[in-house]
């Protein structure tokens, strides 16, 4: 291999690596993002567990936040707690960046 091919392929290397972790943080931030709406509509213990669950499989319908967003705004409304999109938007910024560290804290371990 040549000096080029060798930074090739450690190029699609960090590319794959990046993209991994870019992944796992989004569905760590989803998971975050729903026990977060599952304490707003007082939900604890396993029940919030399996509605986080739920909200990551929900990311997974269609491209970007919108699907997530949606569900959030309408099942905290028909709890009696209606949140509007610009907030749980904003929440889901905050807990991405919290997500993002406790990735890269798995990975240095």
């Given at each position: 291999m040549t000096t080029f091919d060798d930074r090739e392929k450690a190029q699609e290397l960090k590319f794959?690596?990046?993209?991994?972790?870019?992944?796992?943080?989004?569905?760590?931030k989803n998971k975050l993002l729903g026990?977060?709406?599952?304490?707003?509509m007082g939900k604890s213990g396993a029940a919030a567990e399996a509605y986080a669950k739920e909200i990551v499989m929900a990311d997974?319908?269609?491209?970007?936040?919108?699907?997530?967003?949606?569900?959030?705004?309408h099942d905290l409304a028909a709890a009696g707690k209606p949140t509007e999109e610009h907030t749980i938007r904003r929440q889901g910024d905050r807990l991405l960046a919290e997500a993002m560290?406790?990735?890269m804290t798995e990975v240095k371990k």
């Open positions: 794959e690596h990046d993209e991994e972790l870019r992944f796992k943080a989004r569905a760590r026990l977060w709406a599952a304490e707003l997974f319908e269609k491209p970007g936040d919108h699907d997530v967003v949606h569900m959030l705004m560290k406790q990735i």
